[in-house]
């Protein structure tokens, strides 16, 4: 009997293994949306200058070089939608909305704002790689 409930104590510790494990490397993995949410370029520089502080939509437009109105907007949605990042309309005139981070984003984002430090610090050492890779194609 005991080997019984050893035997089914171990399965569900296995269960609850599997379940708590990241299933990111499966193809229908619905945690992969929000992996690419935080990993795409906008989504990771609006999570970096979101740790500064809370800021408007304009303020992030001019923040982050390159991105565009549209690609702006539709990153926030996503992030907003994620949690990452909670978007507050100002009932002031104008109007205008205020984002900045939740809890959860701001966790997302310190870590982030880690691997962005890093590939700054090593820039000079990943471009050297990338010289020698296309000096070794051509």
């Not at 009997?1 to 708590?20: F, G, N, P, V, Y």
């Not at 992996?35 to 795409?40: A, E, M, P, V, Y």
């Not at 992030?60 to 991105?67: A, D, K, M, S, W």
Request: positive net charge; proline residues 3%.
């Amino acid at each position: 009997m005991t080997d019984q409930k050893s035997l089914r104590a171990a399965l569900r510790e296995s269960q609850l293994q599997t379940h708590l494990q990241a299933r990111v490397l499966v193809a229908e993995c619905p945690s992969r949306a929000v992996l690419g949410h935080i990993t795409s370029r906008w989504g990771t520089l609006v999570l970096i200058v979101l740790l500064e502080r809370t800021h408007r939509f304009s303020e992030l437009r001019r923040g982050i070089g390159g991105v565009s109105e549209k690609m702006l907007a539709q990153t926030l949605d996503a992030l907003a939608d994620d949690g990452l990042v909670l978007r507050v309309a100002q009932q002031a005139v104008p109007p205008h909305v205020e984002y900045s981070l939740t809890k959860l984003g701001r966790e997302a984002a310190t870590r982030l704002e880690i691997l962005v430090n890093w590939i700054e610090t090593n820039y000079p050492r990943i471009e050297a790689a990338q010289r020698a890779a296309a000096t070794e194609a051509a």
